[in-house]
């Protein structure tokens, strides 16, 4: 069933240069750069993960334990497959970087040096290092991550947005940070009346 289901969305996709914007679901059409994001380059590096510093503004409140030693185990047998993404610190202020996206695969390696001390998977984590970010870029990153991976609930949507509101205030003009409908839209979460009555609740 989920075969057929992929199959038929693939044939069903759009043709090059055919516009299909107005079946596009909700925060999906005329996608735009956020700001600060366009030329952003990482660099690829191999990391000692008891390198990297959890990510303090991190959304996710939760995490099932089971599915981190799942993970842990399937990092054990074949690696980290998808890296993590990082910041870099200024040196001498603690460790040398901060965790951007990717806390469960983090806790995950973490977790499996401890299991398995002698399995060299966790000797190192693969990772997209950022120089120091900006504080809208940073908040987009990590949610986007949290958000499309495994779904937040509306509460941690609601701070997570409430963060990428407060870094763009950061660098808004005199006119302020957008409106709470306009970082909706921004951010892809058009439609989500649920994390709009979390973002009013006083």
């Not at 977790?111 to 693969?126: D, E, I, K, S, T």
């Given at each position: 069933m989920a075969?057929?289901?992929?199959?038929?969305?693939?044939?069903?996709?759009p043709l090059p240069g055919e516009d299909r914007a107005?079946?596009?679901p909700p925060g999906t059409g005329n996608v735009a750069p956020l700001p600060g994001t366009a030329g952003l380059e990482p660099e690829y590096r191999l990391l000692n993960p008891e390198d990297i510093q959890a990510d303090p503004g991190q959304?996710?409140?939760?995490?099932?334990?089971?599915?981190?030693?799942?993970?842990?185990?399937?990092?054990?047998?074949?690696?980290?497959?998808?890296?993590?993404?990082?910041?870099?610190r200024d040196a001498g202020r603690g460790l040398p970087?901060?965790?951007?996206?990717?806390?469960?695969?983090?806790?995950?390696?973490l977790?499996?040096?401890?299991?398995?001390?002698?399995?060299?998977?966790?000797?190192?984590?693969?990772c997209l290092v950022y120089p120091p970010l900006p504080p809208a870029v940073r908040?987009?990153?990590r949610l986007e991550e949290n958000a499309r991976r495994r779904g937040l609930d509306p509460y941690e949507v609601a701070a997570g947005l409430a963060a990428f509101r407060l870094g763009m205030a950061a660098s808004a003009g005199p006119g302020g940070p957008p409106p709470?409908?306009?970082?909706?839209?921004?951010?892809g979460f058009g439609g989500r009346k649920?994390?709009?009555?979390?973002?009013?609740?006083?």
């Open positions: 075969e057929r289901y992929v199959q038929q969305e693939l044939f069903e996709a107005g079946d596009a959304p996710r409140r939760s995490f099932d334990q089971r599915g981190l030693l799942e993970l842990a185990a399937s990092i054990a047998r074949v690696g980290l497959i998808e890296p993590l993404i990082v910041e870099e970087y901060t965790l951007v996206a990717g806390e469960r695969r983090h806790r995950a390696m977790l499996g040096r401890r299991l398995w001390p002698g399995n060299p998977h966790f000797a190192a984590a693969r908040a987009a990153l709470w409908e306009r970082v909706l839209e921004m951010l649920e994390v709009l009555r979390w973002l009013r609740r006083p």
